[in-house]
């Protein structure tokens, strides 16, 4: 099967205790990223020769876009299904005599066969290929796209003792597979969705999640001294995963009560505003989306709203009316400036113009991970993961082979994103 390149898109139940709430992380994350990039996709995608991908405007990243990073150099095709067949051109051997003897080989492990995750995945293999772009003389990557059902398959084909590192699979289904296969050959791999158990040596997990952004930003409210906390629940299950998190973090932390409530229909807002403020409620803690943020914002007037990425779906310009709400998400997206980030960001696009994806945070935080993702690779080489790393998803602590993160506060001011803490 040749290697597919695809145009870079910049991207519950209550816990019973803090293992349990790692276990379940990551699942509402990337949920609400296929929520959010529940769109019309192409019927077919047409496979093409290993080219340095297309890319997206600087727009999804504020900050100066870098110039265009040529890529090529370090793909390599996956074997073919046929060991028998003739290398394409291009070629993992094509490749190799381009590459020193001892270059780190990666596979690239992302569902850009799926239709549901091609766009999620696309995001996550191009925020990769930024980082190994300037590696070409360190690196050959073999881009090994799956479908559905077939991950497995996939690994068993791309993987062999020579490959020093896999990085994927992306959803839960297919990483909860992958462990439980019997494999001919296992690499040390990092996988992109939590497993709900400590993975097997030598897997390891990165995944980002909305729980660490919900005890972060209730965190936040208590040390800006919020004295009564409401935390107010849009519906759908992921806005309920974010509130019970909220909940719990918050009891877990401190002395004052907090209270919990649900939305009801948008013509009671207003009256039930104006309820809070007369229980004196100072903090809203919100659970739900951006839309519904966007609307119940106005009724909301000197009381304090935190939240989390879960909420942060549109792009910068429309974000004026949350001037003073404050948010927990990646670093990359709310630090954005920070110097070791600038050699990674998307590079326009030919043409200059960005599509609506490309000013999409929901992608760009998928290309985080991608980042993040090869960066970890290339600082472990052929030796252990990190223990800790300052990542662009956020602050990653490994243990027991599952890195937890610590996401970055940021606030809302005038149609801008600025860092708070930590």
Not at 151 to 176: E, F, K, M, Q
Not at 186 to 207: E, I
Not at 338 to 366: H, N, W
Request: with cysteine; hydrophobic share 45%.
């Amino acid at each position: 099967m040749a290697a597919r390149n695809y145009p870079l898109t910049p991207l519950a139940t209550r816990p019973s205790g803090a293992g349990r709430r790692h276990l379940l992380r990551g699942v509402a994350w990337l949920g609400a990223a296929l929520a959010t990039l529940a769109v019309a996709q192409p019927a077919t995608t047409p496979a093409a020769t290993p080219t340095a991908p297309a890319t997206t405007p600087a727009a999804t990243r504020p900050g100066p876009a870098p110039a265009a990073r040529p890529e090529a150099s370090i793909l390599a095709q996956p074997p073919a299904k046929d060991p028998t067949a003739p290398a394409a051109a291009g070629s993992d051997s094509a490749a190799a005599t381009t590459q020193p003897g001892n270059a780190l080989r990666v596979v690239l492990l992302l569902p850009t066969e799926q239709a549901l995750l091609r766009r999620a995945a696309g995001s996550v293999r191009d925020g990769a290929m930024a980082v190994f772009g300037g590696h070409k003389q360190d690196v050959v990557v073999i881009d090994c796209a799956y479908p559905v059902d077939g991950v497995v398959a996939t690994y068993s084909r791309c993987v062999d003792d020579s490959v020093d590192w896999v990085i994927g699979p992306l959803s839960r289904a297919d990483v909860t597979a992958l462990a439980a296969a019997k494999l001919p050959v296992v690499r040390p791999t990092l996988m992109l969705s939590p497993l709900g158990a400590s993975p097997p040596t030598p897997l390891a997990v990165l995944a980002p999640d909305l729980e660490s952004e919900a005890e972060a930003i209730t965190q936040q409210a208590g040390e800006d001294a919020c004295r009564k906390p409401l935390v107010v629940e849009a519906a759908g299950p992921i806005a309920n995963r974010v509130a019970v998190a909220m909940y719990a973090a918050w009891r877990e932390r401190n002395a004052i009560a907090i209270q919990q409530t649900r939305l009801g229909s948008r013509e009671s807002w207003r009256r039930a505003a104006d309820g809070w403020r007369q229980e004196h409620v100072d903090c809203v803690l919100f659970a739900g989306g951006g839309a519904v943020l966007t609307e119940l914002r106005p009724y909301l007037r000197n009381i304090a709203v935190y939240a989390t990425s879960a909420a942060y779906e549109t792009s910068l310009e429309r974000t004026v009316d949350w001037t003073g709400v404050r948010i927990a998400d990646a670093p990359w997206l709310i630090d954005a400036e920070r110097a070791e980030f600038a050699g990674f960001a998307p590079a326009p696009t030919q043409t200059g113009t960005p599509d609506a994806a490309a000013v999409s945070p929901t992608l760009a935080r998928l290309y985080a991970l991608g980042v993040d993702a090869a960066r970890l690779t290339l600082v472990a080489g052929r030796e252990a993961l990190p223990t800790a790393f300052d990542g662009a998803i956020g602050r990653l602590t490994l243990r027991d082979s599952q890195y937890r993160r610590t996401p970055m506060v940021g606030e809302f001011r005038e149609r801008s994103l600025v860092r708070i803490g930590p």
